[in-house]
């Protein structure tokens, strides 16, 4: 029989939700995807399942009053949330911060990244196949969430860092505890990187996979490790240091594309976990820097911060946090916008998607880190 001459077979392509309720998502996201058997044809994420209003809530309270509701947005990266509304507030107020209220805040801003990192490697880890990975990283994970609870009294959402200052001083053991185990860290994490990110199956399910060009990181705004993962260097607090963050030796960590092409799973996992040693480099110099004095600034027991508007933005773990207030004059904002790093890679979902395999794509959107509190709001 002439096989040219034979019907060809039409077929239909095959719609899945992914989610809202899967382990793949990190958290209420459902993308619905169109799949001809396992090759996906086209991702659309579909967003809102953890939308709380926080922005239009936080035009009827005050400004001290927003800060817990800044922790909910990302809340693995709590301490990052807060910081960045604080020196937005603290701009407009024109608050002068005392010495060692900034140093506690960039080590607490530092010890988060770390703890989000370990987070990531641990969940990346479930992702594809590997449990062990998961147990370690929360080993290391829960000393960190124990000093924050001991400043704080929380475990996830702080409200520690406050307008003009912190809310509790650290102590000496504090500061020694951290020490130590920033030496125990560094050598957990080496072996981590050994475990998981030299090991064979790990390298064939990332490398080459879910790449993303610097046109594409460009195009869509991406920012935090997706960005330097496709091999920009780009690091807000090196190129528009905030707090004293020029004050710091350490470096920028870029995709370089060793194990496959530059841009891929492996290198935003790469990024994530050199990042972490550069954060104990950051933390260490904390500690040899910080002095007795206050911990917090001159800043009214009423605040009511002038008629303007103040756009700052802050280096998160997952990228670029930026807020945007305007003040009329009262106790309240007027507004509170806030522009979300993982909204941003969210919408890169559908450009990732087409040609990859379904597995594959679950090793992608692990890949770009995202909580949902931040994408909704």
Known sequence: MDISKQEKLHTDLLTLNMGPQHPATHGVLRVEIKTDSEIIADAIPHLGYLHRCKEKHSEFLDYRG?????????????????????????????????????????????????ASHLMFFGTYAIDLGAFSPFLYAFQDREFILRIFEE?????????YIWIGGVWTDINDSQLKRIEDFLVELEENVKKYHALVGENSIFI??????????????????????????????????????????????FNTVVGEGIKGQVGDCWDRYYVRIMEIFESIKIVRQCLEGIEEGPIMGKVPKVLKVPKGEVYMRTECPRGELGYH??????????????????FTHVSMLPVMAPGQMIADFVASIGSIDIVLGEVDR
Request: net charge positive; proline share 4%.
């Open 325 to 342: 207030i305007v003040a009329d004059g009262t106790k309240n904002p007027y507004r509170v916008k806030v522009k979300s790093s993982c």
């Open 204 to 249: 064939g399910r990332t490398a080459n996979v879910g790449v993303i060009s610097k046109e594409t990181a460009y195009e869509f705004g991406a920012t935090g490790p997706v960005l330097r993962g496709s091999g920009i260097d780009w690091d807000l607090r090196k190129k528009r240091p905030y707090s004293i963050y020029e004050e710091f030796d």
């Open 66 to 114: 927003i800060i817990p509701y800044t922790d909910r947005m990302d809340y693995l990266a709590a301490m990052n949330m807060e910081h960045g509304y604080c020196l937005a507030i603290e701009k407009m107020l024109g608050t002068e911060v005392p010495k060692r209220a900034e140093y506690i805040r960039v080590m607490m801003a530092e010890m988060q990244r770390i």
């Open 151 to 159: 400043l704080s009294g929380a475990r996830l959402l702080y409200n």
